[in-house]
């Protein structure tokens, strides 16, 4: 009925016509609008926050974290889980091969690598590949890891004087949040300078968790360049990791 008329008043009238449609059709748009920001019985108990993406992590990450790793050990299914999602970000382990100008110095390369890919650990306990694993499993479960770089001296007899601590989150000092006075400042654990660029790390010498690790444990500075922080990105500026 409503198109039939429509029809008659264009035909007579087509300035009406127009206006009537164009007025229709933003009562329509009105009517739709989007689900999730109108509010009534369905939407009632749905909290949201305007908060920044550390401000999130900082609130929730804990009890997330904590809740993961339980689930990890006491369900099968969740520890399946993580398993299936490391295996497949890592396969048998990422490995290098050199392209040097020569064979030889291919060959050399390959032999210092091999090496140091056995002996890499600092807990002596695994190899390259099994630190690249390591990494994936607690990034999927805990949201994030570290790996701190270990400088050897001579003593050790390394021919690569290098070695690879993998450490749980936890180290990072998340309660380290302060102004620093060269206009820099430390956001969960992790300094930036003037310019927003990370400078160090704040973390604990032993896991907070730890029975030895004692009340009074305070974290130590330790510069970027010893630090690599493994955590997915999800938004601009988010710089811890969840789960």
Request: aromatic share 6%; net charge positive.
């Amino acid at each position: 009925m409503s198109n039939w008329l429509d029809n008659l008043v264009g035909l007579i009238a087509p300035r009406r016509a127009l206006r009537h449609a164009q007025t229709r059709n933003a009562l329509q748009a009105l009517r739709r609008g989007y689900d999730g920001a109108k509010t009534g019985r369905l939407t009632g108990g749905w909290i949201t926050a305007g908060t920044d993406a550390d401000s999130e992590v900082a609130i929730a990450s804990f009890r997330l974290r904590d809740r993961a790793r339980d689930l990890v050990r006491n369900n099968p299914y969740a520890a399946k889980a993580v398993m299936t999602h490391a295996s497949s970000m890592i396969g048998s382990g990422i490995t290098p091969r050199p392209k040097a100008e020569t064979q030889a110095l291919d060959d050399q390369v390959t032999s210092l690598w091999d090496e140091f890919s056995e002996n890499c650990d600092a807990d002596g306990r695994t190899t390259f590949y099994g630190i690249q694993t390591l990494m994936a499993r607690s990034m999927v479960e805990s949201g994030e890891c570290l790996l701190q770089l270990v400088r050897r001296p001579s003593s050790f007899g390394l021919r690569v004087p290098l070695q690879l601590r993998v450490l749980e989150c936890d180290h990072l000092d998340s309660t380290s949040d302060r102004n620093l006075p060269d206009g820099g400042f430390i956001q969960q654990g992790i300094e930036f300078n003037a310019l927003g660029m990370r400078v160090a790390y704040w973390l604990f010498p032993r896991h907070p968790g730890s029975m030895r690790q004692g009340s009074m444990a305070k974290s130590i500075r330790v510069p970027v360049t010893e630090v690599l922080h493994l955590y997915d990105r999800l938004r601009p500026g988010q710089n811890r990791g969840v789960t």
